[in-house]
């Protein structure tokens, strides 16, 4: 009479210790995995006081506005009324007390068709800051003279950022 061999538990199934396999009928066991290497993970990298976007008391960096990223003008016309009301943000500048920089704000509606020159016109009849002292910026951009406010599409309650332009001379 041939031996037999003890039952061993295997996975919940008892099975019979056999070459060539489990007996008939009985599943086989799933092979098993090799093993997974860990590779090491490097430390986390800390975020500037105030979160990921920075320091508290600064706002999150806004990306620039090119004049390639503008609708143009045409369109900008048709899809706008006109007249539109802006404000100008005015520095704050005691050297020059003739051109009442105070760092008022000024509110301006002028038509979407009128060029920078004219706003420049206007600030100097406000202000008596002559038109070539001024540097306008409009969301990140240096306007022109010679384009309009619907080539840089103004919006109405935008703000436009007035400077004192220098030349030349030494820095401060």
Known sequence: MPVRAPM???QGIMVRPMMG?????MPRPPPMAPPQRMLPQPPPVPFPV???????????????KTEDNLIPENHFLSMHRSP???RVSVPSLADKPEWKLNGQMMNFTLPL???ISVLKAKIFEELGMPAGKQKLQYEGMFVKDSNSLAFYNFMPGCIVQLQVKERGGRKR
């Open 84 to 86: 539109i009301t802006f």
């Open 21 to 25: 396999g489990p007996p008939m009928g």
């Open 50 to 64: 105030g979160g990921p976007g920075g320091p508290m008391d600064e706002p999150p960096a806004k990306r620039q």
């Open 8 to 10: 061993m538990p295997q």
């Open 113 to 115: 068709t009128d060029q």
